[in-house]
Nanobody, 118 residues
Framework: QVQVVESGGGLVQPGGSLNLSCAAS????????IRWYRQAPGKEREKVAT????????DYGASMKDRFTISKDNAKDSYYLQMNSQKPDDTALYLC???????????WGQGTQVTVSG
């Protein structure tokens, strides 16, 4: 059973930083993509960034690249979203998605809440 687990969310003051983590397990396919999304109350789900399982950064959502960085730690087989210079508009539930193209299936985590307030 594929499991996707996010962590690292919390309360941060405007201008602060957070580093979210995503760990995926329970699968055998070698090639996949990890995508971070966010969803704020009353707004549509928004893609933040995409990275391949080989660690290649694929893309960022509009206006995300200047403050957000997606990465992979090969030693830990984990993925991260570093968020800097945070703004109140960044407040959202951040979700990690594993997309496996060979089985055409998405796997979602439960999300980790980020609140920017101060």
């Amino acid at each position: 059973q594929v499991q996707v687990v996010e962590s690292g969310g919390g309360l941060v003051q405007p201008g602060g930083s957070l580093n979210l983590s995503c760990a995926a397990s329970g699968f055998t396919f070698n090639a996949y993509f990890i995508r971070w999304y966010r969803q704020a109350p009353g707004k549509e789900r928004e893609k933040v960034a995409t990275i391949s399982s080989s660690g290649i950064v694929m893309d960022y959502g509009a206006s995300m690249k200047d403050r957000f960085t997606i990465s992979k730690d090969n030693a830990k087989d984990s993925y991260y979203l570093q968020m800097n210079s945070q703004k109140p508009d960044d407040t959202a539930l951040y979700l990690c998605n594993l997309y496996a193209p060979f089985v055409c299936h998405d796997y979602w985590g439960q999300g980790t809440q980020v609140t920017v307030s101060g």
